[in-house]
Every structure is written in C-alpha cells, then in structure tokens.
Antibody, heavy 127, light 112 residues
C-alpha cells in the first residue's frame, strides 16, 4: 500500500525550531519529487516546499530562509527543518508525493500533481 | 506569484443535480512547449486529507468517478460534477503548478 506518514509536530515557542519527518512506503521514493503543504485550522491549503529527485529545493517567500527541505532516499524519508517559527506557521503539515505523470503524443500529463497525501502532523507555535 | 481565485466559495447542492466550480488564474497555466495546462483539482472531505481529483486540467485521477470532469483553457477553469452524490461534500481546491510558488485557490465548500 502506498503510504506517507508524517511525524514530529509539536507545540513550540515563537522563535523556536522543529523538524518534521515523513516516512514513505509502498513505492520507489527516489523517483518522485516530494512536497510539503500546510493548512491552518479551518483555513485553506498553502504549498510550503518542494524537493526534486535531483535535490533542487523550492520555497514560497513566507518560509524561505527559515525552512529547509531534505530527503534520505535510502531511508525513504522526507524532512522539513523549520527555524525561527512564528504564530503564522501554526498549521497541520502534510507530506505529499509528486506524481510521475506520463507522456503521449509530444505532451506530458500529471507530472507533480500531488497524488498521495499523508494524514498530517500538527505544528503549534505559541508562548 | 500566480493568484488562483475560485467561485463560488460556498455551493449548496441537491443530490442528483449538477454542480460547477470555477477557478481563475492571474497568469496563463499553459505550457507553450507541450500544450499541457498545469491545473489540478483536489477534494478535502470532512476530517480527511486532501485527495487528487483531476490533474493537468482534465484527467481524472485513479478511482475518481466519471461524474467529475475538468475543463478550461489558459486562465479560466471549471470542475463539473454531473450528478452530485452525498459523498461529494467537502472543500474543493484548484492548484497551479506551472511555476513556483505553487498556489491554491481559496477553496469551495460543497454542501448538500
């Protein structure tokens, strides 16, 4: 069964740090780009980070310079290191898999759609 | 950043009736190299993680009923449900991933 299981969420003080983990199973982890998406309670979805199969990383301005994404293909694991946390970072953090997609007739489809989601891990930043 | 705007934000529906959700992007999501449109639709059912419904504008994800369809072009997109069922309730999100930062719409709450 294809599965993503997040862990590491906790209550942390403003200015603190936290490291989230995501353990993947049931698929060849190294072949997929991986992503983090967060959702404040009762609100919408926000993309947080991407790491490609080649190790390139991307972040929105809201977390750039504070968050780091990494992966360990040998352990089928994805990580999100979060520093200088603020109340605005309080959210449920999801690990998601980027689809491989397919190509046909000169066009490619589905690449990096978020086709598998974990159950999320809660991060609360509060004094 | 590409801004994604969904309408309506709330959609009361009657089982068996059709439903339609719109999504507009502030820039074209058309990849000029291969003609693909990098627009996906997700459904978050109550108490659950989001799930992929539609990718690359109009392709249904595995296991998604053919009652769901996606269409559009360039900057205007639509998710259609031909006959709403009770299990379809939840919040629907569009998302663009043609360019970083990837961005989601605000979400449309479908309620029976």
């Amino acid at each position: 069964e294809v599965q993503l299981v997040e862990s590491g969420g906790d209550l942390v003080h403003p200015g603190g740090s936290l490291r989230l983990s995501c353990l993947a199973s049931g698929f060849t982890f190294s072949r997929h780009d991986m992503h983090w998406v967060r959702q404040p309670t009762g609100k919408g979805l926000e993309w947080v980070s991407t790491i490609t199969t080649s190790g390139d990383t991307y972040f929105p301005r809201s977390v750039k310079g504070r968050f780091t994404i990494s992966r360990d293909n040998g352990k089928n694991s994805l990580f999100l290191q979060m520093n200088s946390l603020t109340a605005g970072d309080t959210a449920l953090y999801y690990c998601t898999r980027g689809a491989l997609g397919f190509c046909s007739g000169g066009s490619c489809y589905g690449k990096d759609a978020f086709d598998v989601w974990g159950q999320g891990t809660m991060v609360t930043v509060s004094s | 950043d590409i801004v994604m705007t969904q309408t309506p934000l709330s959609l009361p529906v009657t089982p068996g009736e059709p439903a339609s959700i719109s999504c507009r992007s502030s820039q074209s999501l058309l990849d000029n190299d291969d003609g693909s449109i990098f627009l996906d639709w997700y459904l978050q059912k109550p108490g659950q993680s989001p799930q992929l419904l539609i990718y690359t504008l109009s392709f249904r994800a595995s296991g998604v009923p053919d009652r769901f369809s996606g269409s559009g072009s360039g900057t205007y997109f639509t998710l259609n449900i031909s006959r709403v069922e009770a299990d379809d309730v939840g919040v629907y999100y569009c998302m663009q991933h043609i360019d970083f930062p990837y961005t989601f719409g605000q979400g449309t709450k479908l309620q029976i």
